[in-house]
């Protein structure tokens, strides 16, 4: 539950800021949220839109011709579902959603008929609103707030197109603007999965009695197994990669990738001899910890027989989280917390400012603070090892300065260092 501030309490907090930067956060927020909560609403509808357009094509690359009864009774024509694209979308995702009707729907009597493609499509959950994103006069971001275990998060972008707000592009997956502790985990859970499938792909090699091999610099391929030869594909495994990592391990993945397979005449090669694979056991999860406004660090919450606790560093890429490098360790303690939220509400504020002063009064008085481990990392915000009102003074500091600031907003630790 989170602790009030007293008058008093606010009044001494807010005395160590500027008054034009207090006056600024006032009404600079005021103004942001209500133009916020405009555009939130109007994305949501929009989605929710795009929802129905989604049902209504997902058979589009479907070889199957089994027609169904489009139950919805805003669409009785196949005209009218154009119409209804063109009033969602925009640019290139408009023209190959209006494309993609002529292979999903059909008319029959009077009847419109959508094509089943026999499997599911990811939905836009909105019941939990969304968070807006690089707005700006012309476009801005929409994410989603809610997922279920058949729909991640979805984001799309928004296109201002004669006077209306239209979806140009939109992708489902998990995003940095989803941050409570409980999605930075679930995150971590699915790029550490994936990275798995990674590194088990990269240990594959063809066996030292291959018979028809090839050799590409100096270096013996065999002929891949059927099964690889009908899954691997250099150009998609790049892509997978760089869908989960970052940076130098994203680079260093792709070299990998390039050095043990080789494509020729539509055949995949594989290098003689496979080689061990790193073994994440996330059968219990991930912890979550070291949260910044970039990145964050996860630990899987079981032991590896093999390898020990898996640990990934995630960096912000493209508004998504990505691993930017990984490890193993053999303890497993590292608590869950993230610089200057003490409270853990995903906010740093000036309630985290004012328990921190609390807890500097009370243990001065030789009292317990009562901050357990992780509330101690958070408060401690100039890492000196002490809690103290110079603690509190920073965070509030940033309070400010995260409320005034509406672009290119630096973390706390960015903001401390500078």
Same mark, same amino acid.
């Not at 609403?41 to 199957?64: C, F, V």
């Given at each position: 539950m989170k602790k009030m501030i007293s008058c008093l309490t606010a009044l001494t907090l807010l005395a160590s800021v500027p008054t034009a930067a207090v006056y600024a956060a006032d009404t600079n927020t005021a103004t942001a949220a209500t133009a916020s909560s %405009?555009?939130?609403? *109007?994305?949501?509808? #929009? !989605?929710?839109? +795009?929802?129905?357009?989604?049902? !209504?094509?997902?058979?589009?690359?479907?070889?199957?011709?089994?027609?169904?009864?489009?139950?919805?009774s805003r669409f009785k024509t196949v005209a009218s579902v154009k119409s209804f694209i063109a009033d969602t979308c925009t640019g290139e995702?408009?023209?190959?959603?209006?494309?993609?009707?002529?292979?999903?729907?059909?008319?029959?009597?009077?009847?419109?008929?959508?094509?089943?493609?026999?499997?599911?499509?990811?939905?836009?959950?909105?019941?939990?609103?969304?968070?807006?994103?690089? %707005?700006?006069?012309?476009? &801005?971001?929409a994410v989603t707030?809610?997922?279920?275990? +058949?729909?991640?998060?979805?984001? @799309?972008?928004?296109? !201002?197109?004669?006077?209306?707000? #239209?979806?140009?592009?939109?992708?489902?997956?998990? &995003?940095? @603007?989803?941050?409570?502790?409980?999605?930075?985990?679930?995150?971590?859970?699915?790029?550490?999965?994936?990275?798995?499938?990674?590194?088990?792909?990269? @240990?594959?090699? @063809?066996?030292?009695?291959?018979?028809? *091999?090839?050799?590409?610099?100096?270096?013996?391929?065999?002929?891949?197994?059927?099964?690889?030869?009908?899954?691997?594909? +250099?150009?998609?495994?790049k892509e997978y990669i760089t869908e989960h990592c970052t940076g130098e391990l994203r680079e260093s993945l792709i070299k990998q990738a390039e050095e043990r397979f080789i494509e020729q005449d539509e055949v995949v090669y594989a290098v003689i001899g496979a080689r061990g694979a790193y073994d994440f056991n996330i059968s219990g999860g991930v912890n979550v910890s070291n949260v910044t406004a970039n990145g964050f660090t996860a630990t899987t919450a079981e032991k590896s027989d093999k390898d020990g606790y898996g640990r990934i560093d995630l960096a912000a890429d493209n508004g998504k989280w990505l691993i930017k490098s990984y490890d193993f360790a053999e303890t497993n303690d590292a608590p869950s917390y993230n610089l200057g939220d003490v409270d853990s509400d995903t906010k740093i504020d000036a309630v985290d400012a004012s328990s921190v002063l609390t807890y500097y009064a009370l243990t001065s008085t030789k009292k317990d603070g009562g901050f357990n481990e992780a509330q101690k990392l958070a408060a401690d915000v100039d890492k000196n090892g002490a809690i103290?009102?110079?603690?509190?003074?920073?965070?509030? %500091?940033?309070?400010?300065?995260?409320?005034?600031? #509406?672009?290119?907003?630096?973390? &706390?630790?960015?903001y401390l260092s500078k």
């Open positions: %405009s555009t939130s609403e *109007t994305a949501a509808a #929009k !989605l929710k839109d +795009m929802n129905a357009i989604l049902s !209504l094509t997902e058979g589009a690359i479907s070889t199957d011709d089994n027609f169904v009864k489009v139950e919805d995702l408009k023209d190959e959603l209006l494309a993609s009707c002529a292979d999903c729907l059909k008319e029959a009597n009077g009847v419109l008929y959508k094509k089943s493609s026999g499997s599911l499509f990811f939905t836009f959950l909105t019941g939990n609103g969304v968070i807006i994103t690089d %707005s700006s006069d012309k476009s &801005f971001t707030q809610e997922n279920d275990e +058949m729909n991640p998060y979805g984001r @799309a972008e928004f296109s !201002l197109e004669d006077g209306k707000w #239209k979806i140009s592009s939109y992708e489902f997956g998990y &995003f940095t @603007a989803n941050k409570s502790t409980d999605d930075l985990a679930e995150a971590a859970y699915v790029r550490i999965f994936h990275l798995q499938s990674i590194l088990e792909t990269l @240990a594959y090699g @063809a066996p030292a009695d291959s018979k028809d *091999t090839i050799t590409v610099n100096g270096k013996t391929y065999g002929k891949a197994s059927d099964e690889i030869q009908q899954s691997f594909s +250099m150009y998609l495994f103290n009102a110079v603690d509190a003074s920073n965070i509030l %500091s940033y309070y400010a300065y995260t409320a005034t600031t #509406k672009e290119n907003v630096k973390s &706390f630790e960015e």
